[in-house]
């Protein structure tokens, strides 16, 4: 054990440790941008192999890439056995990523590929060709369906399974289980147990590593944690683990092992996952506390994968212990990007609760987030589930919440573009002759909002008939309940619950349309339908054009005030999309579809999709992120006001409509102000809200935001006590918010 | 009765205990150098002119009638143009600040964020401009929210005759009130107003058992020194029910809203009170054994 205290500098304290580890992670993101360019999205602590290291995959299909079974297994295996391994001697913990198999199984993309893939109704890549769903593309593009086809991961496997059983006892029951099934299962078992071995191959060609560093090392401290390095690798390759040392180092192979096969970044209850091991190690005085926070530190380093903290357990009991705060602690040592939610419900630690919202601000990196037990829990319970299962639905993912071993979700990766669907409605009322009236548009709106539902749950059930064929879940499968048993991949029959999520982007878009044509057209006959139409497809061209959009964009907006025409159409709207999504559930009873409302990275492409639309938004702008207001909904940007919206048009079924909320830190500038925006969370659950994510904008930001204001249309600024648009602001008034951050750092 | 009101601020962080909705009374009767919401001042509605939203589409063009209009409805801007005030400057960038309001309609608007009261605190609080001088508004507001169970609190410069504090005063659950300075003669200077009355209001609610916070907005110039901190801290230190003493540090953020109402500023070059001179001021007051905080 180290002290804490001890003089800092060279001495080998745990905070010079994470430092000498947090200099190699920097070394290792520097030579990353400038080995592979910049990066346009997170990659979760991956390390990049030596220049000139090079593997290729076997190809195993005609069209030059790998699928099914055999085609990932192989390729996982030879990837785990050429790649690199990675042992720190200031490290906890070995193990690192330096490869997604899911991304270099074509490494014929290009960027624009690339980027394609990222755009509705369009696959690349990934998809079997022998699996073809030609007959649902022109769905997909008409209403501009995310339709996850091929999609991976995005569901959570249950770690605690793991951790019992460790990889001995893994490979036990899939022999178990092998002797048990016939034929029909040789391939399925064959390939999970090659997948075993790839991973415990990699741990030993980093035990080899360890004993290779051991034979330079002369320092004695360096030493001594490589020789506790190599007793816990050399233990957990084959045993489960008993220390918590052992416990993190097992964890972060299996973490490590999912995110090099297919990126899956889905944690778990991170405090209820080591307590045991903290206690017993505590009471066995084999560990401090400073040890503790160290290790877990180094687990939380390795890879940002999505954790939860406290919540009720399935007797309601709130789970804080002492490891739930040293996690954050863990954290706070760490200082880098993580993802931890904290799970607020009533009998939520307040101790825990309050030193969340303070690091937050402190931290301003994004975490912890907050999610709602009650509507969480509710909603689950609305699609026939118990209380203790609902509980057990944690946030292991970026708006997700999963049963970790048991459910197959394809959480976050399937959406319709709401104000796509719109554009066909309006479209299709002026095309077909019918009176021109906001029943009429809502008809027509119903009408095509059905049938993309359909589709896409056409399309979700296309993609568990053949996804094994083309990604089987190899790695997350081993430590779910049911595929190792029925010898079946998590995408085909082999989960418990098939709870597959749906989830509607724009919806502020179409609420504010609605709203703005009840009331410039149908209530006060500004406009006529004919111009409207004019307008919108001329995307309202010239002075009078503008005229016109400003006259639509000001009628009453979503967000606005509770209850007015464009919150009742969200209402409306809302449930219309649960209605249409769990109608699904009795042409697919094998499923249950749950309704969700999240755009996330999407927002940008969905909003290019989609023609000049009613409320006054121009040609190919950007749709709302997920349930939020579109920017300027209110002069004062009230967050009370955004809260009360997003409570409202929740849809109620135990996914999530998150809050996304950006912020000045300095909002949060006292310890009043911090338990001002505890109460803020706690109140925005009360009122039905699922999750809250908040970022906090830095100066860097703001600055950025001055110079393009458009760049950022949600940034909320404090002024004086009150909060508003940064973009609303005019650009003298934008200068001396800058200002205000330059006298700050002391350059003006 | 209506009040005249120029803005509903929900979820403000500032202005008393709390999540609170901040309701601003329009009109004043000082005349404070510094004063972030010129808007509030005037007491009847006026036109605001933001440059930056004008989409030159010509409606507020000066026409014939424009020399019937009245004075309340014609803005000359910054270039000498006249621009007559129709109500139809879809831009918003012509706006006349200045809405009647019933005590329903603030009660309406305010009820939507109960939850974050309760939670938190918080409630409702009246400022301006110098809501006092809207006493029956304000009153009758203040009874509607207090029937609501919603927690009360008004800003004030304490100018008030004493008979409309008696009447405000039952339905308050705090008083919000500034000391400026103590010198009469310099608070005169700066605000057009002496602080005799202010003073002795500020006694007389002291032995009244509610709740009040002090503040002092510090001005360079006028009050950024130990000495006038120090007497301001001197004179309330011994006042039972003193919640805190605040210390708001100038800022030039109504620089923008004094050009869009065609108004002259003067203190559009002060400097910024610095966090270390803040806190300087602040231990200044912490001296007199009285809790002080800043912002
Ligand atoms: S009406 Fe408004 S937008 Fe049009 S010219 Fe006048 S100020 Fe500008």
Same mark, same amino acid.
């Given at each position: 054990?180290?002290? %804490? ?23 290792? /993101? ?19 192999? &030596? ?77 079997? &060709? ?7 593309? =022109? ?40 002797? %048990? ?6 391939? @399925? ?104 926070? @160290? ?57 825990? @609760?309050?030193?969340?919202? $303070? ?49 197959? /979700? ?56 053949? %996804?094994?064929?083309? $990604? &089987? ?17 998590? /995408? ?51 002075? $009078? ?60 492409? @969905? ?13 190919? $702008? ?108 005019? =650009? ?17 | ?13 500032? +202005? ?48 014939? +009638? ?103 005063? *039952?339905?308050? +659950? ?42 002092? *907005? ?15 801290? +001197? ?61």
């Amino acid at each position: 054990m180290q002290s %804490q205290n001890s003089t800092e500098a060279s001495a080998f304290t745990y905070r010079f440790r994470m430092r000498k580890l947090m200099e190699k992670k920097m070394a290792v /993101t520097q030579e990353k941008i400038d080995r592979e360019g910049g990066m346009d999205e997170g990659d979760y602590g991956r390390h990049v192999a &030596p220049e000139g290291f090079r593997w290729d995959f076997i190809p195993n299909h005609a069209d030059g890439s790998f699928y099914g079974y055999m085609g990932w297994a192989v390729n996982f295996e030879s990837l785990l056995a050429s790649q690199p391994v990675y042992v720190n001697p200031y490290d906890a913990l070995a193990g690192q990523t330096f490869f997604y198999l899911s991304k270099m199984k074509s490494p014929q993309l290009t960027e624009e590929d690339i980027r394609a893939r990222r755009t509705p109704g369009v696959v690349g890549h990934i998809w079997n &060709p022998d699996f073809d769903y030609s007959h649902l593309k =022109p769905f997909h593009r008409k209403y501009h369906i995310v339709h996850g086809i091929g999609n991976d991961a995005h569901y959570a496997s249950d770690l605690q399974m793991g951790l019992e059983l460790g990889w001995g006892g893994i490979l036990d029951k899939l022999h178990r289980f092998q002797k %048990q099934h016939g034929r029909d299962k040789a391939l @399925f078992y064959e390939c999970e147990i090659r997948t075993v071995h790839a991973i415990q191959h990699w741990i030993r060609r980093t035990i080899d590593e360890i004993d290779r560093r051991l034979e330079a090392e002369a320092d004695p401290d360096l030493r001594a944690n490589l020789e506790a390095m190599r007793e816990v690798n050399a233990w957990i390759v084959e045993q489960p683990p008993r220390t918590l040392r052992e416990a993190c180092q097992w964890l972060a192979w299996f973490v490590l092992a999912k995110r090099t096969y297919n990126r899956c970044g889905a944690g778990g209850q991170l405090d209820e996952l080591l307590r045991p091991y903290y206690e017993r190690d505590l009471k066995e005085g084999r560990i401090d506390d400073d040890e503790a926070v @160290f290790t877990i530190a180094c687990l939380l380093l390795i890879d940002a994968q999505y954790y939860q903290l406290a919540g009720p357990g399935s007797d309601g009991q709130d789970m804080t212990s002492r490891i739930s705060h040293l996690i954050l602690d863990a954290a706070e040592l760490m200082d880098g990007p993580c993802n931890l939610t904290i799970r607020v419900h009533d009998g939520l630690d307040q101790a825990l @609760f309050r030193r969340g919202v $303070e690091l937050l601000f402190k931290y301003r990196k994004g975490w912890p987030r907050f999610s709602g037990d009650q509507a969480l829990v509710d909603g689950f319970m609305r699609c026939g589930y118990s209380k203790e299962l609902a509980r057990k639905r944690i946030a292991v993912g970026c708006n997700w919440m999963s049963l970790p071993g048991l459910e197959y /979700t394809l959480n976050d990766v399937v959406k319709i573009n709401l104000a796509k669907v719109f554009e066909v409605a309006l479209d299709d009322l002026y095309q077909s002759g019918d009176t021109h009236s906001i029943d009429s548009l809502w008809a027509h709106f119903i009408e095509h909002l059905q049938i993309a539902a359909e589709k896409t749950a056409d399309g979700n059930d296309f993609h568990l008939r053949h %996804q094994a064929h083309n $990604e &089987p879940e190899l790695v997350t499968n081993l430590l779910c309940h049911g595929p190792v048993e029925k010898g079946l991949d998590m /995408t085909a029959g082999g989960a418990q619950y098939y709870n597959l999520a749906i989830d509607g982007a724009g919806i502020a878009v179409v609420a504010d349309s609605f709203a703005a044509i009840q009331q410039r057209v149908v209530e006060q006959g500004a406009l006529t339908w004919k111009d409207l139409r004019w307008y919108l497809e001329n995307d309202f061209p010239g002075s $009078e054009g503008e005229q016109v959009r400003l006259l639509l964009h000001n009628s009453e907006r979503y967000g606005q005030d509770s209850g007015n025409r464009a919150e009742q159409w969200a209402v409306k709207v809302s449930r219309a999309f649960s209605k249409a999504v769990r109608d699904q559930n009795q042409r697919y009873p094998d499923y249950n579809f749950i309704p969700g409302l999240f755009s996330w990275a999407n927002t940008l492409e @969905f909003g290019d999709a989609v023609g000049a639309t009613p409320n006054g938004r121009r040609a190919h $702008e950007p749709v709302n992120h997920g349930a939020n207001p579109l920017p300027g909904f209110r002069d004062d940007g009230a967050v009370t006001a955004m809260v009360n919206a997003i409570a409202a048009v929740q849809p109620g079924y135990g996914n999530t409509a998150p809050v996304q909320l950006e912020l000045d830190p300095n909002i949060a500038d006292s310890p009043e102000a911090v338990a001002k925006i505890q109460a803020l969370i706690q109140t925005m659950f009360d009122l039905g809200c699922t999750l809250l994510n908040i970022n906090l904008i830095d100066e860097e930001r703001i600055l950025e935001a001055h110079k393009d204001p458009s760049k950022f249309p949600d940034l909320v600024v404090r002024v004086t006590g009150f909060t508003s648009y940064f973009s609303m602001l005019s =650009p003298r008034f934008r200068q001396l918010i800058v200002d205000r951050i330059l006298s700050r750092r002391g350059t003006l | 009765m209506n009040g005249l009101v120029t803005d509903i601020q929900r979820f403000s962080l500032h +202005d008393g205990p709390g999540i609170r909705t901040t309701v601003f009374c329009k009109g004043c009767n000082m005349r404070c150098a510094w004063c972030h919401n010129p808007e509030t001042i005037n007491r009847r509605p006026q036109l605001q002119f933001f440059e930056s939203r004008c989409i030159q589409c010509g409606n507020c063009k000066e026409d014939c +009638d424009t020399a019937s209009a009245s004075a309340e409805d014609v803005f000359t801007d910054s270039t000498g143009k006249r621009r007559h005030y129709r109500g139809n400057c879809q831009a918003r960038a012509l706006v006349k600040v200045g809405r009647r309001l019933s005590a329903e309609d603030v009660l309406r608007e305010a009820e939507q964020d109960r939850a974050f009261y309760d939670r938190s605190g918080g409630g409702v609080t009246l400022s301006g401009g110098e809501a006092s001088l809207q006493h029956g508004f304000v009153r009758e507001t203040l009874t509607l929210l207090r029937e609501r169970g919603i927690h009360t609190a008004i800003e004030t410069n304490l100018t008030a005759p004493r008979d409309q504090l008696k009447y405000l005063l *039952p339905e308050l +659950d705090l008083v919000i009130f500034d000391i400026k300075c103590i010198d009469a003669a310099l608070h005169r200077e700066w605000t057009g107003v002496g602080n005799e009355r202010i003073l002795d209001n500020a006694h007389w609610l002291a032995g009244q058992g509610k709740p009040f916070i002090v503040r002092t *907005p510090i001005i360079p110039g006028f009050n950024d020194d130990e000495a006038s901190i120090g007497a301001v801290a +001197d004179f309330i230190k011994d006042f039972a029910n003193l919640s805190y003493y605040e210390l708001l540090a100038f800022n030039p953020l109504g620089a923008d809203k004094y050009r869009c109402l065609g108004m002259n500023y003067r203190l559009k070059d002060a400097p910024l009170i610095s966090r270390e001179k803040l806190q300087c001021l602040a231990d200044v007051a912490g001296q007199r054994g009285i809790e002080v905080r800043t912002a």
